[in-house]
T-cell receptor
Framework: AQSVAQPEDQVNVAEGNPLTVKCTYS??????LFWYVQYPNRGLQFLLK??????LVKGSYGFEAEFNKSQTSFHLKKPSALVSDSALYFC???????????FGKGNQVVVIP | EPEVTQTPSHQVTQMGQEVILRCVPI?????FYWYRQILGQKVEFLVS????????KSEIFDDQFSVERPDGSNFTLKIRSTKLEDSAMYFC???????????????FGNGTRLTVT
């Protein structure tokens, strides 16, 4: 069964500084990896995905993520954080031919002005 | 941009009562899902639905749960006899294709907060 670990509960970063949210995964087959963001009282919004191809994936709002197969990681990054990036970020993985997404517990990102 | 819509936004019910949570997926999407998020915990998969039948379900989705697509637009989740531990945020999602179709991302609704008292 697939699973995701997001080791930090909260990530604090000053506005303008680089932001990294960590994610490692476990699957039995090929991984399909996703990042979602959740604002208060809202559903999850898709940010980006890795299916195949380039290890560096670019997504919405200036976010990007790097797939590292040897480290089974898919860390989310943004070069310069904005206060409006403060939200809950979820990493998710799906296995080959499997219809369910397994989510991590989420990371609260707080961008300090 | 098309959205997944869910109603109601908040549902309060007494233990043992039946509830129906409603969702309107994005119109050209073929795959439909329910997830739930208990307060402070991770988002959990409940069920996926394709071609008018359940394609996969989790251990959480027991006989108390059922899903239905009663017409061409709605997708419902029914909990037959609610328990206190069913209190959670329930998210509906849809996707254009599934695992065999390019892994298009899931689009989520804003959720229904279910409170069982």
């Amino acid at each position: 069964a697939q699973s995701v670990a997001q080791p930090e509960d909260q990530v604090n970063v000053a506005e303008g500084n680089p932001l990294t949210v960590k994610c490692t995964y476990s699957v039995s087959g090929n991984p399909y990896l996703f990042w979602y963001v959740q604002y208060p009282n809202r559903g999850l919004q898709f940010l980006l995905k890795y299916i195949t191809g380039d290890n560096l994936v670019k997504g919405s709002y200036g976010f990007e993520a790097e797939f590292n197969k040897s480290q089974t990681s898919f860390h989310l990054k943004k070069p310069s954080a904005l206060v409006s990036d403060s939200a809950l970020y979820f990493c998710a993985v799906r296995d080959d031919g499997n219809n369910r997404l397994a989510f991590g517990k989420g990371n609260q990102v707080v961008v300090i002005p | 941009e098309p959205e997944v819509t869910q109603t109601p936004s908040h549902q309060v019910t007494q233990m043992g009562q039946e509830v129906i949570l409603r969702c309107v997926p994005i119109s050209n999407h073929l795959y439909f899902y329910w997830y739930r998020q208990i307060l402070g915990q991770k988002v959990e998969f409940l069920v996926s639905f394709y071609n008018n039948e359940i394609s996969e379900k989790s251990e959480i989705f027991d006989d108390q749960f059922s899903v239905e697509r009663p017409d061409g637009s709605n997708f419902t989740l029914k909990i037959r006899s609610t328990k206190l531990e069913d209190s959670a945020m329930y998210f509906c999602a849809s996707s254009e294709s599934g695992p065999q179709g390019g892994n298009s991302p899931l689009h989520f609704g804003n959720g229904t907060r279910l409170t069982v008292t």
